[in-house]
């Protein structure tokens, strides 16, 4: 063994590692589909929510004589002819239209016949109001700070998720097989978790620039040309946390695998690494509109690779923010990584029940 861990050295080794877990992904037939449905979704997601939301609902009334000027003005009214008065307000009853306008001697020259309550809506989409100059207008709207929280914690936490759980399907499984004894002849414990964290890491920034891509092409045929604009800076500070947020995960689970020997047994711990990743996704989410929450989120290591991109384009974060919280992550990632490899090392060729964690980092090899 001894002999062929010399031939083999680290990086070499975490090379052939990576390679493999690469090309068994992508000749996996799921991994292709599942891949092309989520790109076909987040396109179509784009572009039908562009169609739905720059619909107009158009309010009909009806018009008696000639259609005044300010109804021909306002594209949410769709005026309907109606023979005289009797006419309207026979429309008006039926519920076919909002309201009713006749001909009036008034200064306006018409007005407005309703049932039984003012016709707000229409109303406010006859009155003139004056052209209002904003000094200091908002970047965005509350829905634009959801959609955008949502865009990128859905990416991360799909792609770290997803390849985490392959990582520890494929661990457990070599255990429970005993492949793992025969690729630890070959290789040392280290590399084989240094070429998974690898070969994974590849796929899972592969994926994700690949939803970017889809994202681009949707916004970009639905014109949304000036959100796309905005996004290039923060998407490429968001695929560097990415990279460093995805490693810092990946060992989390291949760790964790490394305790178990049997498929059945992995659930007690990925529970606990999908919370990792899950609770700070939901804080960025659910707290996108709280400044404080946010910068707090922006820094801790699980939820940076999401908080600290959507402070960026928002405009929320000073120039020097982004270093700080990647340096942190950085150092997260490294610490994990050592703990991880230590875990992994001691753990891997324990058959039977689940090794104690305590026991995985006390024990040397």
């Known amino acids: 063994m001894s002999t062929t861990r010399e031939r083999i050295g680290f990086w070499r080794a975490t090379g052939l590692i990576a390679e493999r877990e690469i090309n ?33 609902e158009s309010t009909r009334i ?44 008034g200064e306006l020259g018409y007005s407005l016949l309703a049932l039984d309550r003012v016709p707000q809506e ?52 070599e255990k429970q097989s005993r492949v793992v004894e025969i690729l630890l002849a070959a290789v040392p414990a280290r590399a084989l978790l240094a070429g998974k964290i690898l070969g994974n890491s590849v796929i899972g920034v592969g994926n994700a620039a690949a939803i ?37 995960v990946a060992s989390i689970f291949a ?14 711990v990925m529970i606990p690494a999908m919370m990792l990743v899950m609770i700070p996704y939901f804080g960025v989410v659910f707290l996108n509109d709280s400044p404080v929450a946010m910068t707090v989120l922006s820094y801790v290591p699980f939820s940076a690779p999401v908080g600290m991109p959507v402070r960026l384009f928002f405009g929320e974060a000073l120039w020097w923010e982004p270093l ?28 039977g029940s689940r090794v104690p964690l305590r026991e995985a ?3 040397g090899r």
Request: proline share 4%; aromatic share 6%; charged share 15%.
């Open 324 to 351: 700080i919280s990647l340096a942190l992550l950085a150092a997260a990632t490294a610490a994990v990584m050592l703990v991880a490899s230590r875990i992994y090392a001691n753990s891997l060729l324990r058959m």
């Open 122 to 173: 229409v109303v406010a989409a006859l009155s003139v109001s004056p052209e209002v100059e904003l000094l200091e207008p908002a970047p965005a709207t509350e829905p634009l700070r959801f959609i955008i929280s949502f865009a990128f914690g859905i990416v991360f936490m799909m792609a770290a998720l997803g390849s985490g759980a392959m990582i520890m399907q494929n661990t457990v499984q």
């Open 212 to 248: 970017a891509a889809a994202a681009a092409i949707g916004l970009a045929v639905t014109g949304q040309g000036q959100l796309l604009d905005l996004l290039s800076a923060p998407m490429v500070w968001f695929v560097v946390f990415f990279i460093f947020g995805f490693v810092l």
């Open 62 to 105: 009806a018009v008696v004589g000639d259609v005044p000027a300010a109804v021909l003005a306002v594209e949410t009214l769709e005026p309907v002819e109606a023979a005289d008065r009797a006419e309207a307000e026979r429309l008006v009853r039926d519920a076919e239209v909002a309201a009713a306008v006749l001909p009036d001697a």
């Open 24 to 56: 068994s992904q992508l000749r996996s037939k799921s991994f292709i589909i599942s891949t092309v449905i989520t790109l076909l979704l987040v396109i179509g997601g784009i572009i039908v929510s562009s169609f739905l939301g720059g619909r107009v």
């Open 361 to 363: 980092l006390r024990s």
């Open 255 to 268: 760790a964790g695998a490394s305790l178990v020997s049997r498929l059945e047994d992995t659930g007690s």
